[in-house]
């Protein structure tokens, strides 16, 4: 059965009998985890080996796993990663050192994920936080200039692609001008549109190659004045797809989220109708995966072929002594290191 146009989660540990009919029925495109979902790594691995047997075939497993304030897999099973904010200090000092410690995160991080069956990283950040802005970003950000952000965000996705897994930039055109968090409200930017252009969206105009992007749910008054980018034709069409170029897939963010208004079915179908590929539902609640199931069609046309090059950008990770990079990252993160060479080979 072809993959419909979402993303579910699930409500524990396990997936139950209801769940696993569910998934076998709506064939989401991919699965996303959170700390509901995670024990121990035996326990993740199986998780998502389940996941994959239910919906008969190599389907993404997705995840936000950042560091800092956001991060999934944790202590005491997995490391501790820094926010984003220590990679732009880093760079402040020596902006080589600054970008091999964010590849070098990257690659740890997908050795973590891969290892228990995890593909897709919600991660790199390209928002571009300002004065004033909602802490919901803070130092989830690389820094506040395009430039520097941009640079990190791709090296962090370099490490990410180099340990086999694939990057979802994030969070298209930018949620760094926010006064709100979109998890509980809908935040407005009043700011014109040529600024804009010159600092939030130039930022993730260099990673418009990645293979995925998440929207914001974030109005642009100076551009669509009612609707936020998650469902605005006129944000997808003229400003991720127009002036940042972005091609990859395009996934919402979580489409149950405050800021967003109208049923789950009249949002999911909005979504798609400005021109997003795919819904992500996180809850795992299952009467509204169950809504926004039955209001998005399977993968079809351009979404489809977005898709499947997505999907074939997976690829085996690069040999990696994991044992002496994070020895490498630790004295990095401490100041004590230069800049490793040849990490990836073993």
């Avoid at 409200?185 to 009043?190: A, G, M």
């Avoid at 995925?212 to 008054?221: E, I, K, P």
């Avoid at 795992?284 to 351009?302: H, K, R, Y």
């Amino acid at each position: 059965m072809p993959a419909r146009a979402f993303i579910a989660g699930l409500a524990g540990l396990t997936i139950s009998a209801n769940e696993r009919a569910f998934l076998r029925d709506a064939s989401p495109w991919g699965l996303i985890v959170f700390k509901r979902n995670i024990s121990t790594p035996q326990q993740l691995h199986d998780l998502t080996r389940s996941f994959r047997d239910v919906v008969g075939w190599e389907a993404p497993v997705l995840v936000d796993q950042e560091g800092g304030r956001v991060q999934r897999l944790g202590p005491p099973n997995w490391p501790a990663y820094p926010p984003g904010a220590r990679y732009g200090e880093i760079y402040d000092r020596a902006p080589e050192m600054g970008l091999a410690a964010a590849r070098l995160a990257g690659h740890l991080i997908a050795a973590d994920l891969k290892a228990v069956g995890i593909d897709v990283d919600c991660l790199p950040l390209a928002d571009v936080p300002v004065s004033g802005g909602d802490p919901i970003i803070g130092d989830r950000a690389y820094g506040t200039e395009p430039g520097k952000v941009a640079a990190l965000a791709g090296a962090i996705a370099q490490g990410l692609q180099a340990g086999g897994v694939l990057p979802v930039l994030k969070h298209l055109p930018g949620h760094g001008r926010a006064t709100a968090d979109s998890h509980h409200r809908l935040p407005v930017v009043d700011t014109d549109r040529a600024t804009l252009e010159r600092t939030d969206f130039a930022a993730f105009r260099p990673l418009a190659t990645l293979p995925l992007g998440m929207t914001a749910h974030v109005v642009f008054s100076a551009i669509d004045p009612v609707t936020p980018a998650t469902t605005s034709v006129t944000i997808v069409q003229q400003v991720i797809r127009g002036f940042i170029g972005f091609q990859g897939l395009l996934m919402s963010d979580d489409i149950s989220m405050g800021a967003l208004s109208g049923t789950l079915a009249e949002r999911s179908r909005a979504a798609l109708a400005a021109g997003c590929d795919l819904v992500l539902h996180c809850n795992g609640d299952l009467a509204e995966m169950t809504a926004v199931a039955g209001s998005v069609p399977e993968l079809s046309g351009a979404a489809l072929a977005r898709a499947e090059a997505a999907l074939a950008a997976r690829s085996a990770p690069e040999q990696f002594d994991v044992a002496a990079a994070r020895d490498m990252f630790t004295r990095m993160m401490a100041g004590g290191a230069p800049a490793a060479q040849g990490m990836s080979a073993s």
